[in-house]
Nanobody
Framework: QVRLVESGGGLMQAGGSLRLSCAAS????????MGWFRQAPGKEREFVAA????????AYDDSVKGRFTISRDNAKNTMYLQMNSLKPEDTAVYYC?????????????????WGQGTQVSISS
């Protein structure tokens, strides 16, 4: 069974940067696509970014394009989300996810395994 653990969240001022990590255990994830989603209070879980199995293809929601960068280190079984120029509207619980397939998905239903989430709070 795959276990995903996020880290790196916290409180930051607008304009700052944070780097989230998602460490996987229980299975080597080098053949599986992964993604980041977020959920703000009272809102549905939404797509942030995704990456295919090899890391050479990525996708971003328009709201984070140019500010966030998704990457992965298959040797370390870890995925990252570098978040720059943070805005108050980026405040949410951020979840990493993995799916049984090499191509990524941009919808939550496309993923099979989820982490417990890490809180990101951005003050104005």
């Amino acid at each position: 069974q795959v276990r995903l653990v996020e880290s790196g969240g916290g409180l930051m001022q607008a304009g700052g940067s944070l780097r989230l990590s998602c460490a996987a255990s229980g299975r080597t994830l080098s053949s599986y696509a992964m993604g980041w989603f977020r959920q703000a209070p009272g809102k549905e879980r939404e797509f942030v970014a995704a990456i295919n199995w090899s890391g050479d293809t990525t996708a971003y929601d328009d709201s984070v394009k140019g500010r966030f960068t998704i990457s992965r280190d298959n040797a370390k079984n870890t995925m990252y989300l570098q978040m720059n120029s943070l805005k108050p509207e980026d405040t949410a619980v951020y979840y990493c996810a993995s799916r049984e397939g090499r191509a990524y998905s941009t919808t939550p239903r496309g993923y099979d395994y989820w982490g417990q989430g890490t809180q990101v709070s951005i003050s104005s």
